[in-house]
Every structure is written in structure tokens, then in C-alpha cells.
């Protein structure tokens, strides 16, 4: 195993947004709202918004929704 030294930060993130891509692009998305609906009027955000964090959360090592800040 060669170790390079670098001086960019690294984290326990960098991999999330490839993870978020490859899941837009086989449209997981999109099918939860075709199969849920739309939320209410007052609403914000989609069910498939909702998914999202939640996935995104488990991803990155979270345990519970209070970890979503």
C-alpha cells in the first residue's frame, strides 16, 4: 500500500455524493413520488426528499433523525 500525503481535508463524506448520483440515476426517486404522491399544500418538501435524508443519513453513520442537522 503507497500512502500519499495530502494537504486537502479529507472526511467521512466524500463518498455521499457518488452514493446520492448512482441513486438519482436509476431514478429511486422518481418512483417514490410516482408511488406516494404529492404531500400536502403547506408542504416542503417531497416524500422523496424525506427518503432522501433519511438514506443519506444511515449512509454517512448516523443512528437516529436527530442527527440530521
Known amino acids: 500500500m503507497k500512502i500519499t500525503y495530502s494537504s486537502d481535508t479529507i472526511n467521512s463524506f466524500?463518498?455521499?455524493n457518488f452514493a446520492d448520483?448512482?441513486?438519482r440515476e436509476a431514478s429511486i426517486y422518481d418512483t417514490i413520488d410516482q408511488t406516494l404522491g404529492i404531500r400536502g399544500v403547506k408542504a416542503q418538501y417531497s416524500?422523496?426528499?424525506l427518503f432522501r435524508s433519511y438514506l443519506m443519513l444511515v449512509l454517512c453513520g448516523g443512528e437516529c433523525?436527530?442527527?440530521i442537522t
Do not use: L, N, P
Request: proline fraction near 0%; hydrophobic fraction near 35%.
Open 21 to 23: 448520483k448512482i441513486i
Open 14 to 16: 466524500g463518498g455521499i
Open 47 to 49: 416524500y422523496s426528499d
Open 65 to 67: 433523525a436527530e442527527d
